[in-house]
């Protein structure tokens, strides 16, 4: 089977706990940094699938690389390449699809429980709620023919499902060390983040093993399924789900 590509922005937000699941579905990986020069290819149908990560930059900054990757996912949609995407990643993903990515009314940085909609709980292990880890300042608008699949109090889209492409404005691939890595390269913008939706840096910390866990439970059961969407050898066989989940989260 052809590689995924896993599109990373910045240094401390790699694809963590994805990479993991990933790896242990005995699928392949091609990482790409875009930021540093790395060539985005043209065609989506040269991968399995696209992971796109997140980025400090906004999906408007007028970069040729950011405009180049949407390119690409629009490719993906196009030819039917699934892309699993979280924050930076997942609006730049709706933008593709023709939907628009605005301001939060303020800062989503931090944990936070969101709840479900009933059309993705299956997804969740049926849950009604969980509990994910934020870090984005903008939000993206569900765009035609998706799904929403998760929502929050601070910021309403926190989730969408579009055929076999997910979308996640929170991170699901985040380890505690990336947590971690990722409050001491944010010291400033913690230190001046405000908003209901805001936590410190000891919020971030508290319990952190804890958190990361639980989370780490709920990614795998959402990777998995999106791995599913895969072309595969048939000696790879995963936990089925749901047919009316399949593609219409």
Not at 4 to 25: K, R, S, T, W, Y
Not at 79 to 104: E, K, M
Not at 188 to 214: F, M
Request: proline share 6%; net charge neutral.
């Amino acid at each position: 089977m052809r590689d995924i590509a896993v599109i990373q922005h910045e240094e401390h937000q790699g694809p963590g706990f994805l990479l993991n699941c990933l790896h242990d579905l005995g699928l392949r990986t091609r990482l790409l940094r875009p930021d540093l020069g790395d060539a985005l290819p043209r065609r989506a149908s040269d991968f399995a699938g696209l992971v796109v990560l997140g980025s400090e930059h906004s999906v408007h900054d007028d970069l040729a690389w950011i405009a180049a990757e949407r390119a690409l996912l629009a490719d993906a949609l196009t030819h039917d390449v699934p892309v699993l995407a979280h924050c930076f990643g997942a609006q730049q993903l709706s933008l593709a699809a023709g939907g628009r990515v605005t301001r939060n009314t303020w800062p989503n940085i931090g944990w936070s429980s969101v709840w479900v909609t009933p059309q993705a709980r299956a997804l969740f292990g049926g849950a009604e709620r969980v509990d994910v880890f934020n870090w984005h300042y903008d939000t993206f608008e569900i765009p035609r023919g998706a799904h929403r699949t998760l929502f929050g109090p601070h910021c309403l889209n926190k989730g969408f499902a579009l055929g076999p492409h997910l979308a996640f404005q929170c991170h699901l691939e985040v380890t505690a060390l990336g947590v971690r890595r990722w409050c001491e390269t944010g010291t400033l913008e913690l230190a001046q983040a405000r908003g209901p939706a805001a936590q410190s840096a000891r919020e971030l910390l508290t319990d952190l093993p804890q958190r990361t866990e639980r989370l780490h439970g709920l990614a795998r059961r959402v990777y998995q399924h999106w791995a599913q969407g895969l072309a595969r050898p048939p000696r790879l066989a995963l936990p089925a789900v749901p047919r009316a989940l399949q593609y219409a989260l």
